[in-house]
């Protein structure tokens, strides 16, 4: 299977995340469904939608030779470490 290119990806990645913000918005902010949307299908929705984001991205990694495996963990790493306490003292997380 060929992909596009790595610009086509990208753009089809700001698309599939746009889809996402969506649902988020009508599922978890103000926003209602319209008249023409089903609102008990709209979390199968969103969990098909993560997926496509998860695949362009993946797409785009194979394509620019990133190891996803290898930075996800390096990230978690980053992040376990910078904000060990930070979090834990935000009372806005109590």
Request: net charge negative.
């Amino acid at each position: 299977m060929r992909y596009y290119n790595e610009l086509t990806n990208t753009a089809i990645l700001m698309e599939e995340v746009g889809e996402v913000a969506r649902l988020m918005a009508r599922l978890y902010g103000e926003q209602s469904f319209k008249k023409t949307e089903d609102a008990d299908q709209a979390h199968t929705s969103l969990a098909d939608e993560m997926a496509d984001v998860l695949f362009v991205l993946i797409c785009l990694a194979n394509q620019t030779g990133v190891d996803l495996t290898k930075a996800l963990t390096n990230n978690l790493e980053k992040k376990t470490k910078r904000d060990a306490e930070r979090h834990a003292e935000n009372k806005k997380l109590r």
